[in-house]
């Protein structure tokens, strides 16, 4: 009989921690700080910051990120491209030289030379594109007010009368 007592008064306690839990009043999820990504924002693999200053990762901006649409835009030359295209190859190679187990100082220092010669180039471009927008968007403005002032100016018969 002791031995049926002390199981319901066990089945009771712990149906009582049970429904006291789930009677707590819930708090909403707080929003997370973001996390810094080694290899991007859509990859799931992540390391502090610590990491990434320590063995110089840098957040990769030629894939995903905000600026999609402005590095792959359809009349981009094929010389661009091409030059995106080894650079992302580059750097491949300069993790494989860095992260050898004896680093390949010279070896990564020439392909980082390279790499960012060829992102120079690159940005260049994309300055100068920049640049040609800001130019065109001026010239769209000016025509327009142009035709504005035109249309609000009185009319020379309207005038005299």
């Not at 300055?127 to 609000?152: G, H, M, P």
Request: hydrophobic share 35%.
């Amino acid at each position: 009989m002791t031995k049926k007592i002390l199981a319901v008064s066990l089945a009771l306690c712990v149906m009582f921690a049970a429904s006291s839990a789930f009677a707590q009043p819930r708090r909403q999820m707080r929003q997370m700080p973001p996390r810094e990504y080694c290899y991007g924002q859509e990859s799931m693999m992540y390391q502090p910051a610590s990491f990434e200053r320590e063995f110089g990762r840098e957040h990769r901006r030629d894939f995903g990120g905000r600026d999609f649409y402005a590095r792959f835009s359809p009349d981009m030359p094929k010389e661009i491209r091409a030059m995106m295209t080894e650079a992302a190859k580059l750097r491949i190679d300069l993790d494989e030289a860095l992260y050898a187990n004896p680093v390949e100082k010279e070896k990564a220092f020439e392909i980082h030379d390279k790499i960012m010669k060829l992102e120079q180039d690159i940005e260049r471009w994309k300055f100068v594109q920049r640049v040609d927008r800001i130019e065109a968007f001026r010239k769209q403005r000016e025509e327009r007010r142009n035709r504005v002032n035109a249309a609000d100016s009185p009319k020379p018969e309207a005038a005299s009368k």
